[in-house]
């Protein structure tokens, strides 16, 4: 009888329990995750714990979710396209400009090669010019104090009392003026003509470069506008599909 007891306790002892089966993710943490894609899909960064565990959805809900999220990714492929435009149009001006500064500076310094060289030209002449009329002067004054004559400071000594050596350098004197006050004439008058071009040349470059920076803003402004726009209707967008989960 004992050994039958024994084999009725063995009979009735409970089995041991099965390992719970694993369950998948929730329909609900399905439709969350979903919805995560499309926020991360618009580069829409969300701090974990932010967006509250997602309720049931009706099936006008579900659809109204899927628009939003096409439309989220139709707006981030408008705007990548915007902005590579935007960026396109900002190297061109950029571009555009630093070719009106390069000609601007090369400008610059085409007055150092060209303009300076003719001012320097022209004041040797004048120094040359100088030269002679003192010489002419001494020449005079020197033959008049041979002859004993006291000429006053400031006074043009008469001429008569030279010799004939002295009057015919005093003539080479007064031709090489002649000539040199000719040839300062024509320096001085290519000189004006290239101060003009030169001055003329270089208002048009600075017109044209504030012109170019001024028309900047104004070029710019529908596509900085566009971009304000797609970037308020993201985030319009991502504002219902938070109203949704």
Partial sequence: MDSDSGDEREEHSPATAAA??????????????????????????????????????????????????????????????????????????????KELVDQLVALDESYKTNIELDEKRLADVDSEIKDVVMELKNLIIDALEDAGIVIPEGVLPPTRDLTEGQKLRKKELREEITRLKELEREHNEALQVKTEQWDTARRALVATLERHDSERQESFAPDYKLSKELDEKIKSAVSEIKGLV
């Avoid at 009706?58 to 659809?63: D, E, F, G, S």
Wanted: proline content about 8%; aromatic content about 4%.
């Fill in 20 to 97: 719970p089966t694993p369950r998948g993710p929730t329909r609900a943490q399905l439709e969350r995750s979903k919805i995560l894609d499309a926020l991360e899909d618009a580069n829409v960064q969300v701090p974990a714990g932010v967006l509250p565990v997602t309720r049931n959805l009706t099936p006008a809900q579900k659809l109204r979710k899927k628009e939003l999220r096409d439309e989220l990714h139709r707006l981030k492929f408008l705007e990548d396209e915007y902005r590579e435009e935007l960026n396109r149009k900002k190297d061109e001006w950029t571009s555009s400009r």
